[in-house]
């Protein structure tokens, strides 16, 4: 009992180091913004005259508007693509078991080890020799073959551990393969799929290093490219910076935050099923 409630104790107090481990930086970006534009401040004080207007400053000077709606047509280009190749991908290799599926599997796998920083100079010149510089293609082409591995990855981990009697049932009452995958494989999916999305759309939302190199029009990056419009010749103005940092952060903690129970259920999914 004594030993019990120690292990209970120990584990609250590494949970409230955690928060406070995760919340400072916030903390600090979140105060840092309410100072002055052009200061620089240091450490985390709470400035003797709030200028909340830097947020909206931050937003006209980034221009991010129109940043809003390059981001969600990337965004567009990029998810539903990505989901659809995944999805069916990974039923194929959790449930189809082709020949030399091991392989195939084993190949994809490998992609997961591959940085973006290793590629992008060969990716810049593909991209210049297909004319797709300076276009958001140049951004949503390399982000669905990027996340391809690990749609696939995440996907197969479900189709894998469905059970066969399910997929037998199906051939049984007529089923072929495609209305076995659309009618019964894709519905009990959606946990998986939903969780997927989620991930998908905050690692595009948050892409800078490749909207960077392969988009010099700072109105057709990401939402994180318009970081670089509170860089001067002179310096960088931190309060704007970090108000800016926490606009383009808003919309992913709202979408977490409200879709956070689909990806509990999937990962408490998986984990049940081990």
């Not at 000077?61 to 069916?88: K, Q």
């Not at 519905?187 to 999305?197: N, R």
């Not at 910076?241 to 509990?264: K, N």
Request: glycine share 8%.
């Amino acid at each position: 009992m004594i030993l019990g409630r120690r292990e209970s104790l120990t584990g609250r107090v590494l949970l409230i180091i955690l928060m406070v481990v995760t919340l400072v930086p916030f903390v600090s970006l979140f105060v840092t913004a309410l100072h002055e534009s052009g200061t620089y401040p240091t450490g985390i004080s709470w400035p003797a005259r709030p200028h909340w207007g830097n947020f909206v400053e931050a937003f006209r000077a980034a221009d991010m508007g129109r940043l809003l709606a390059s981001s969600l047509l990337i965004e567009l280009g990029v998810v539903p693509v990505s989901l659809a190749i995944g999805t069916m991908a990974g039923f194929a290799f959790g449930q189809v078991r082709m020949r030399g599926y091991q392989f195939a599997y084993f190949a994809f796998v490998l992609g997961l080890t591959l940085p973006y920083e290793a590629i992008l100079y060969p990716l810049y010149y593909q991209m210049r020799s297909l004319g797709l510089l300076n276009t958001r293609w140049a951004i949503i082409l390399p982000l669905i073959a990027l996340f391809m591995p690990f749609s696939i990855f995440w996907m197969r981990a479900h189709f894998v551990n469905v059970p066969r009697d399910i997929v037998e049932a199906a051939r049984i009452d007529g089923a072929n393969m495609w209305q076995s995958f659309w009618r019964v494989q894709v519905p009990l999916a959606m946990p998986a799929i939903s969780s997927l999305a989620i991930l998908l759309f905050l690692w595009t939302w948050n892409q800078f290093l490749l909207a960077i190199v392969l988009v010099d029009d700072p109105l057709k990056r990401t939402m994180a490219g318009a970081l670089g419009a509170f860089q001067g010749h002179y310096g960088t103005d931190i309060p704007l910076l970090c108000a800016g940092s926490l606009l383009i952060l808003t919309p992913t903690l709202v979408v977490y935050l409200i879709f956070h129970r689909r990806f509990s259920t999937a990962l408490l999914q998986g984990a049940v099923k081990g």
